[in-house]
């Protein structure tokens, strides 16, 4: 059950994120500033898929510590 609800909260967000741009793009003709939005979210769109799928995930997050840990301390890693 809960590995669905953090499937739903991922497909929603995707949805927020892919969708929310290109309804800003269809009211650019309106607004510079709209327009500008678009360009801004709409080039940020792969660092949020990257937030919802890589930094909310406890398992990734991990892997990177572990990671990070091996590179500052220069052990090896298992």
């Given at each position: 059950m809960k590995q669905t609800k953090i499937m739903v909260f991922k497909?929603?967000?995707?949805?927020v994120v892919l969708g929310c741009s290109w309804i800003?793009?269809?009211?650019?003709?309106?607004s510079k500033?709209?327009?500008i939005l678009f360009l801004i979210v709409?080039?940020?769109q792969g660092t949020f898929?990257?937030?919802?799928?890589?930094?909310?995930?406890?398992?990734v997050r991990q892997q990177y510590?572990?990671?990070?840990?091996c590179l500052c301390?220069?052990?090896k890693q298992h």
């Open positions: 497909t929603l967000a995707q949805c800003l793009g269809f009211f650019t003709n309106v500033v709209l327009e709409n080039s940020q898929i990257f937030l919802i799928y890589c930094v909310f995930n406890n398992e510590r572990k990671f990070f840990r301390c220069g052990r």
